[in-house]
């Protein structure tokens, strides 16, 4: 499923793990998963000599134990571009730099995760002015619904989401102070980000994965959101940002 803005996953834990493989050279296919066939319950997950692993940050630490990271890593940035720093792995980093790679990933994983999930599943309930958005999420994951039952079954899904932010706190606030919240947050990144390659400098890093994922969910077109108005208007680097990963790295299909 593609939207007018090509999104590498509609689901960022998903496009950070792909964004990992991409920077990393691990061969790989994305297929279509279903929640009954990990015990956790969880997307991602992969299926890797037999074994399942869920959970977007233990299946990257899956991946560094088995694989050699730093060789496959130098192979694929020489193979994309003679300019391409090659990816660093989390234990290739100084002390400071796991530092900042751990603020951005919370950062990302965090009130922006939660934002995107108020924006597409909340609607006008949420952050949003419309029900637009919702309209898009829609589309998106149940487009395959027979109309018969996509009522139904959209309005329960959509009512235990809405239930998860409020227990999580977010939606508990007024769309207004959810929004000055995000705003907030989106800022940082794109303060840390300032006129970097990449979140740490010139080398991707787990960091990128989880902003990279996050940005590109944002700024899609498919859901219009005020967060994604934010971005282009105060924050534009992070839209230069994702457009230079996704010519580095996803270029070529």
């Known amino acids: 499923m593609l939207a ?11 496009a950070k793990v792909v964004a990992y493989c991409r920077m990393t050279g691990i061969p790989h296919t994305v297929e279509t998963g279903n929640f009954a066939n990990n015990s956790k319950g969880q997307m991602p997950y992969i299926v890797h000599g037999g074994r399942v692993i869920a959970d977007s940050q233990l299946i990257i630490r899956y991946l560094e134990n088995t694989f050699d990271i730093p060789t496959m890593a130098s192979q694929i940035a020489m193979e994309r571009s003679s300019k391409t720093k090659p990816f660093q792995t989390f234990e290739q980093l100084d002390e400071h730099q796991q530092g900042m790679c751990e603020a951005v990933r919370h950062l990302c994983e965090g009130p922006l995760c939660w934002y995107l999930r108020s924006c597409r599943w909340n609607g006008a309930a949420g952050v949003c002015e419309s029900e637009a958005a919702w309209a898009a999420t829609v589309r998106a994951f149940f487009g395959s619904v027979p109309a018969l039952i996509c009522g139904p079954v959209t309005a329960m899904v959509r009512a235990r989401v809405a239930r998860s932010t409020f227990e999580q706190g977010m939606a508990r606030h007024s769309p207004a102070d959810q929004l000055f919240i995000h705003r907030r947050a989106l ?12 979140m740490l400098g010139d080398a991707p ?10 940005c590109d969910n944002i700024l899609a077109a498919a859901w219009p959101n ?17 457009a230079r990963v996704r010519a580095a790295w996803f270029a070529g299909g």
């Open 4 to 14: 007018p803005h090509p999104v590498i996953s509609y689901s960022p834990f998903v």
């Open 187 to 198: 800022r940082a990144l794109s303060s840390l980000l300032g006129d970097k390659a990449y």
């Open 205 to 214: 890093t787990e960091a990128d994965c989880a902003a990279f994922a996050i």
């Open 226 to 242: 005020p967060l994604a108005d934010y971005a282009r208007a105060e924050c534009r680097n992070l839209e230069a940002y994702c």
